[in-house]
């Protein structure tokens, strides 16, 4: 998990010795930036699962993406579910996600998290019950 607000893909890029890129990239932020890092840094025949809202006006590498072969993937319906299933295994397995947790605010507040959210300036806020 990488917190975009204050890393760079690349820098996990180095201190994971990938020398081809990788193979999966879930771009969860929603942020262009981390999008367009994650293209870069991807290797050929990689696929990505797009599960961040991103700005509208977000451009793309797609020479990029079409000389890797990329494959982009959004996420819709039943497809969720297996989604969630499977970010349960990886938390229960012991992947903290706290860094990527930006804001916590009480049910009661969920206009002033919309907010945040819709500012951008934000990694994940939770809503808590």
Known sequence: VINIQNENISDYYKK????NGFDIGL???????ALGELIH???HGGKIALLGILPNETTV???EII?????LKGIYGREMFETW????????????VSPVITHKFP?????????VIESGDCGKVILEW
């Open 27 to 33: 771009e969860m932020s929603g942020k262009s930036k």
């Open 41 to 43: 840094h991807m290797y």
């Open 107 to 115: 049910a009661d507040d969920f206009e002033k998290a919309f907010s």
């Open 16 to 19: 994971l010795r990938i020398t």
């Open 61 to 63: 590498a797609w020479d």
């Open 85 to 96: 299933y499977k970010m349960t295994q990886l938390v229960r397995g012991g992947l903290d």
């Open 67 to 71: 000389f890797k072969g990329l494959h």
